[in-house]
């Protein structure tokens, strides 16, 4: 051990005396500026950006039905290995399989019209073609003797109206304007006349029998006029003059019966106000109200005879234009009968087979639905359902998650805004120190993370390799190559100056150039050096870009080594060898060794 020691010491003793002659060589006493030199290279730029964060699992689901029901089947284990399609579980599907059967049955059906279509014409589908033409042609026979009749019954029904309208419009006018009740005076105002003017009971019977003059004279004036239409018109008339007669005499008929009720009301508001004072009533008031209730009875039975008759009309002119719809549709079909399917038919066929057939894709999707399976290769992490037990959408059946590893790192703001999904990305491991893995961006998030005012966002970094070391939760560095640039001109970092905004480098002179590429750590120059305007691109840690100004294999100094350092750098050599001879050298000789 003393032995060792002592060579240790020794050696050590070598390397400082080894070391501070090469130093005193560089920095000699004669005081001259020394300058550290490069060569101007090309080479490809790297620019990276560095974060860390955690391994993970590169998918993780709750596997969950898409139809309802009773679960059958669970064949889902834990920590089972499943690919992808794996059945998981299986749902009551008897509805399903019953849907795809009635769509597999309407899909044959329309292949069948199809094919029936595309069949040569029979004389039975012609004969009924024809057969069907002819009962519409008699059926419109018969709507229009139908309508012919109509338009008679509606003659005799005006005809019926007006055996008693004349009638009734007499005894209404002599029921208003005679003198039956007192010879001194017409019936309107003996019946004002009985009503007291003591209270508000005569400005009541004002009101109604302005209500009867002018209900009656609305009667009159329709009356005068619809009976003149009557006389001029005959069984012979046209369609329509029968009609606006029928649409007439109905609208007469109604206004003489309001002039009825209007007249009834009155008479009962007089009638009430003598009973009420015990008054002596004539019998003639008696007659009067019997003769308007059959006067009531009258019209009312004529108004239900023509809005009858008018109805039977409108319905058989309606059904006369369908009639000739019928005819023409048809006239048509039998026309094509005779010609057969055409192009649009056989199309139509078609599209009903292809959305037949889009059904029972449809029903067999939605059977599909009733399995639930695995959506990626994967473990089985959790089983969540038994067999019995009742499934929906949001229940979840099992837990799955992939073998596949990736990394999820944060950035700040600054840096994942040069992050895009692609890029090549550089993975190393605290744990596995020897293993380093490339990948590339998988994902960067939308919108970040707020804590304590910093903003963070996570990247999903996907593995090109999986490595069984790599374990979910392990810590992981990664370098996230955004520039890669070839063939690009380099110089050191440290030999780019700027000044006013402008970039340059400094350059020995044509005379020194043999003597800075002879010695790139220290050379001494002749001449002073010059100044070089260049134009700057990317760089990196280590490396600057030059886009102008130098050429490849240019020589620039990338330091300046003042003469000053010489006594600071004998004053450090100093001090290192007396502590190192002085301990003997073994604590230095271990120090060193590592």
């Given at each position: 051990m003393i032995k060792r020691k002592f060579t240790t010491g020794i050696a050590l003793v070598l390397i400082v005396g080894v070391g501070y002659f090469g130093y005193g060589k560089i920095f000699s006493n004669d005081g001259a500026v020394r300058y550290a030199t490069a060569q101007v290279q090309n080479g490809t730029l790297i620019v990276s950006i560095s974060g860390s964060g955690q391994v993970s699992a590169s998918n993780q689901v709750d596997v969950k039905p898409k139809a309802s029901g009773e679960i059958t089947a669970v064949y889902a284990k834990l920590g089972q290995e499943v690919g992808?399609?794996?059945?998981?579980?299986?749902?009551?599907?008897?509805?399903?399989?019953?849907?795809?059967?009635?769509?597999?049955?309407?899909?044959?059906?329309?292949?069948?019209?199809?094919?029936?279509?595309?069949?040569?014409?029979?004389?039975?589908?012609?004969?009924?073609?024809?057969?069907?033409?002819?009962?519409?042609?008699e059926s419109k026979q018969k709507t229009e003797d139908n309508l012919k009749k109509a338009y008679e019954d509606g003659f005799n029904t005006v005809s019926n109206a007006f055996l008693d309208l004349p009638s009734i419009m007499a005894g209404l006018e002599n029921t208003l304007f005679a003198k039956t009740i007192d010879p001194q005076q017409d019936n309107i105002t003996w019946y004002i006349n009985q009503t007291s003017v003591q209270n508000d009971e005569r400005d009541k019977a004002n009101r109604y029998r302005d209500d009867v003059y002018n209900a009656y004279n609305k009667a009159r004036i329709a009356y005068t006029k619809n009976f003149d239409s009557y006389k001029s018109a005959s069984r012979t008339s046209s369609k329509e003059t029968v009609e606006a007669l029928i649409s007439e005499t109905y609208d007469t008929t109604q206004l003489i019966a309001e002039a009825i009720k209007a007249t009834d009301n009155y008479i009962d508001f007089v009638q009430d106000a003598m009973e009420l004072r015990h008054w002596n009533i004539p019998a003639t008031v008696n007659t009067q109200q019997s003769n308007i209730a059959s006067y009531t009875g009258k019209t009312n039975s004529h108004?239900?005879?023509?809005?009858?008759?008018?109805?039977?009309?409108?319905?058989?002119?309606?059904?006369?234009?369908?009639?000739?719809?019928?005819?023409?549709?048809?006239?048509?079909?039998?026309?094509?009968?005779?010609?057969?399917?055409?192009?649009?038919?056989?199309?139509?066929?078609?599209?009903?087979?292809?959305?037949?057939g889009d059904a029972l894709i449809t029903a067999k999707q939605a059977l599909a639905d009733h399995y639930v399976r695995a959506p990626f290769a994967g473990v089985i992490a959790k089983v969540n359902a038994k067999k019995g037990d009742a499934a929906s959408a949001g229940t979840a059946v099992a837990t799955l998650v992939t073998k596949q590893k990736i990394a999820e790192v944060s950035l700040n703001e600054v840096d994942v805004a040069q992050v895009k999904a692609g890029q090549k990305v550089t993975l190393t491991f605290d744990a596995v120190p020897d293993l380093t893995i490339t990948g590339q961006v998988a994902e960067v998030d939308a919108v970040g993370t707020v804590s304590q005012g910093v903003v963070t966002y996570t990247v999903k970094i996907g593995f090109d390799t999986q490595d069984d070391r790599v374990k979910t939760a392990m810590s992981v560095s990664a370098a996230i190559v955004t520039e890669a640039k070839p063939n690009?001109?380099?110089?050191?970092?440290?030999?780019?100056?700027?000044?006013?905004?402008?970039?340059?480098?400094?350059?020995?002179?044509?005379?020194?150039?043999?003597?800075?590429?002879?010695?790139?750590?220290?050379?001494?120059?002749?001449?002073?050096?010059?100044?070089?305007?260049?134009?700057?691109?990317?760089?990196?840690?280590?490396?600057?870009?030059?886009?102008?100004?130098?050429?490849?294999?240019?020589?620039?100094?990338?330091?300046?080594?003042?003469?000053?350092?010489?006594?600071?750098?004998?004053?450090?050599?100093?001090?290192?060898?007396?502590?190192?001879?002085?301990?003997?050298?073994?604590?230095?000789?271990?120090?060193?060794?590592?």
């Open positions: 992808a399609g794996a059945t998981l579980a299986a749902i009551d599907s008897r509805d399903a399989e019953r849907a795809v059967r009635d769509a597999e049955t309407a899909l044959e059906t329309a292949k069948l019209d199809l094919d029936k279509m595309l069949e040569p014409l029979d004389p039975l589908t012609l004969l009924q073609a024809e057969n069907s033409l002819i009962q519409a042609r108004l239900l005879s023509l809005l009858s008759i008018k109805r039977s009309i409108q319905d058989s002119n309606e059904a006369l234009v369908s009639a000739d719809r019928t005819i023409q549709e048809r006239e048509f079909s039998l026309e094509k009968t005779k010609k057969g399917p055409d192009d649009l038919d056989i199309r139509a066929k078609k599209i009903t087979i292809q959305q037949r690009a001109l380099l110089v050191p970092n440290s030999a780019v100056k700027s000044q006013g905004g402008v970039s340059y480098v400094e350059l020995p002179s044509e005379d020194d150039i043999s003597v800075a590429t002879a010695n790139v750590s220290g050379a001494v120059f002749r001449n002073p050096t010059r100044q070089q305007q260049i134009e700057v691109g990317l760089s990196n840690d280590e490396f600057t870009e030059i886009v102008g100004g130098l050429q490849q294999g240019d020589v620039v100094v990338t330091r300046t080594i003042q003469p000053t350092a010489q006594t600071t750098q004998t004053q450090q050599n100093s001090s290192l060898r007396i502590p190192g001879l002085n301990t003997g050298g073994v604590g230095g000789n271990r120090s060193f060794g590592r």
